[in-house]
């Protein structure tokens, strides 16, 4: 029954009821994707580049968690900068120019830290290779400051 066509009917047709039986060699399908389950972010190897050599005294997983840290401080600078300039342009048209400015050079500062600091220390700056990084935020960051000085 399991391989009857939809249109079969209730009763089985052909010739010794073939409907009814599996062909031979028939099992389960091959899975759809052989490769396995993907690999969570738990299981996955950290790229070299991130790792340090743990300084004498230290536990073994101390200077991972130095890096991890230090790699939050650029994103957390940028963000604090861009988010003191919108609040500083939210206070009325008189600061508009000041806290576009104050957003524009920060978005600079980024660039120069992503071009200027080495990998494991750029943490959430780094999204793509490092001239599309440098690249757009330079862009950005012109653009945003052009802006603010043609403020009036």
Known sequence: ??????????????????????????????PVHPQGPPRNLRTAPRPRNLRTAPRPGDAP??????VH?????PYLIVLAGAASGLFIAWQGSQYAGLGSGLVGGVLLAAAAARLLLP??????????????????????GAAVLAIALLLP
């Not at 990998?119 to 599309?132: E, F, H, I, Q, V």
């Open 119 to 140: 990998l494991r220390y750029t943490g959430l700056l780094s999204s793509r290779r490092k001239a599309p990084d440098v690249t757009t935020l330079a862009v950005f």
């Open 1 to 30: 029954m399991a391989n009857r066509p939809a249109n079969a009917g209730s009763d089985t047709t052909g010739p010794d009821r073939a409907y009814d039986r599996e062909p031979a060699g028939a099992g389960a399908p091959p």
């Open 61 to 66: 997983d101390q200077a991972a968690a130095d």
């Open 69 to 73: 840290v230090r790699s939050w401080l």
